[in-house]
């Protein structure tokens, strides 16, 4: 359990940083380049990755351990769309909790650009899991 958490926070610490570039390169413009961006993105997404996608990503790949599927394509599909999901999900929670649970000040119509970032975050997310496995498993000579 030790090991998984681990490479959760390494996940975790290289999710934040690859999502902060990308979002980055969509972003910046003339105004502001990618260094504004990038600090901005690594300091609101951050939080987010750490304290909803972590325990998230612990938490479901467990349970989903536990199903008993037909296939490994059933497996993935459900997988993606668990991640998916949490995503938007967390999107929100976390947008919650930045309005400190004052609903009216949400504005629903600028927050889905940002539901496609944390659908998009926590898919790089899970994305990054399976890359940084894959790299352990064949540096550990165990495929």
């Not at 612990?58 to 296939?71: G, K, P, Q, T, W």
């Not at 929670?93 to 930045?98: E, G």
């Not at 889905?112 to 899970?126: E, K, M, N, W």
């Amino acid at each position: 359990m030790k090991a998984k958490l681990l490479r959760r926070i390494i996940v975790s610490f290289v999710t934040s940083l690859l999502f902060a570039v990308i979002a980055s390169l969509v972003f910046m413009n003339e105004a502001y380049g990618f260094g504004f961006y990038f600090v901005a993105f690594l300091i609101y997404g951050t939080p987010a990755i750490f304290i909803i996608g972590l325990p998230f990503s612990l938490v479901s790949e467990a349970l989903l351990a536990r199903i008993r599927f037909a296939n490994k394509f059933f497996y993935w599909i459900t997988l993606y769309l668990v991640y998916a999901a949490a995503g938007f999900i967390g999107t929100w929670l976390y947008f919650f909790l930045l309005a400190e649970g004052d609903l009216e000040t949400l504005d629903y119509g600028e927050m889905l650009p940002f539901t496609l970032f944390g659908v998009g975050a926590a898919l790089l997310f899970l994305f990054t899991v399976q890359m940084l496995d894959f790299l352990f498993k064949k540096k550990d000579g165990s495929r």
